[in-house]
């Protein structure tokens, strides 16, 4: 029993730890001791999210804050803390001159210590807010700018950067486990958070996603408010791609899961309440960029649903909502020929 006991503390052992793996990759890369630090913040305020998440029912966190946000959703208690400590932890850092979110109308000032900053960030500090309070997986969604020069850090120009100028970018999901995805350009690559140690450890490196695809993401509800191409495309999705159908509901959720057995899913702009408009639900910024990068690093491709990469968009405002179609390239190829 002592025997297998002492095998599996060394197997443990035997994963790089976050801070080895950075080491690593600041040999090949001197110039990113900023960039690697913060990557270093953004996992301990993970860790600090997987934390509160996990005890959100006893610590009577969970349901509505009682306010909405700027694009007029319900803000969750969960969601306006998680915002608080990204804010909170990198004012102290000063690793980012300024930061953006889904729970802040404009662009934050980091403070004092971030004035010299090289680098700003966009969040989605939890996503997949109606399952924050029924224990399904949510996730805290991150892009990494370079600041630009000549203009006010807290300047919406900012962070209206297209989403190939990333320098880095990635997410935390609170799953069974709670794991890091992230990539600074050179690969995509996953670390695992050992509770017990509390680190993360390299659970995968340099992602790549599977050459068959096996499932589709979609909210097929919406099926009566996506306009005809769109219909055509989730019937096909539905009825011939051969795929198997998995919604969370989550999209870091359904993001992590389509990376890592292959697929599609696909967020199609939606005329909710039959004006003739449709419009994306998911923001540029801070949800599509990140997503975008990771997959390209990954092997597969993002688009807009009408021919667009969205590395290739110029965002026009902070908040700028987005149809999204992310994938195995093939099979987002095929989709956007259905017309
Ligand atoms: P949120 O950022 O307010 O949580 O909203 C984004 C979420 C995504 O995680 C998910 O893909 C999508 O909204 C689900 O929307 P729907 O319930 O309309 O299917
Ligand atoms: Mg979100």
Not at 140 to 166: A, C, M, P, W, Y
Not at 268 to 290: Q, S, V
Request: aromatic residues 8%; glycine residues 10%.
């Amino acid at each position: 029993m002592l025997g297998v006991l002492y095998f599996r503390s060394i197997a443990m052992l035997s994963s790089q730890t976050l801070t080895q793996f950075l080491l690593h990759h600041l040999a090949k890369h001197p110039d990113q001791i900023t960039l690697s630090l913060l990557l270093s913040d953004l996992a301990t305020i993970g860790k600090a999210i997987s934390q509160k998440t996990n005890k959100a029912g006893i610590a009577k966190i969970l349901g509505s804050a009682g306010k909405t946000n700027v694009q007029d959703e319900e803000v969750q208690k969960l969601d306006m803390l998680s915002n608080e400590l990204c804010k909170e932890y990198l004012t102290q850092t000063g690793r980012v001159a300024a930061l953006a979110s889904e729970e802040e109308d404009m662009p934050v000032d980091m403070g004092n210590a971030g004035k010299d900053a090289a680098y700003v960030i966009a969040f989605d500090p939890l996503d997949g807010s109606t399952n924050i309070d029924v224990n399904v997986s949510i996730g805290t969604i991150f892009s990494v700018h370079k600041r630009l020069s000549g203009i006010e850090r807290t300047d919406e120009r900012q962070f209206l950067q297209q989403g190939n100028e990333q320098v880095l970018a990635g997410y935390i999901l609170y799953g069974s486990s709670t794991v890091l995805v992230c990539s600074f350009g050179d690969g995509v690559h996953e670390f695992t958070l050992d509770q017990g140690l509390g680190e993360f450890l390299l659970s995968q490196e340099h992602m790549s996603l599977p050459s068959n695809a096996k499932y589709y993401s979609v909210n097929e509800c919406n099926m009566k408010y996506v306009c005809e191409n769109d219909q055509k495309r989730m019937l096909w999705l539905r009825d011939e791609s051969g795929l198997r159908g998995r919604y969370i509901g989550s999209l870091v959720a359904d993001f992590h899961r389509n990376l890592i057995k292959g697929g599609v899913f696909i967020y199609p702009e939606i005329d909710g309440k039959n004006t003739g408009t449709y419009a994306g639900k998911l923001r540029l910024n801070y949800e599509l960029k990140p997503m975008a990068f990771l997959i390209e690093q990954a092997g597969g491709v993002a688009t807009n649903g009408k021919g667009d990469n969205i590395l290739d968009m110029t965002p026009k405002s902070l908040h700028q909502r987005c149809g999204f179609l992310v994938g195995n390239t093939s099979v987002v190829e095929h989709i956007e020929k259905i017309v």
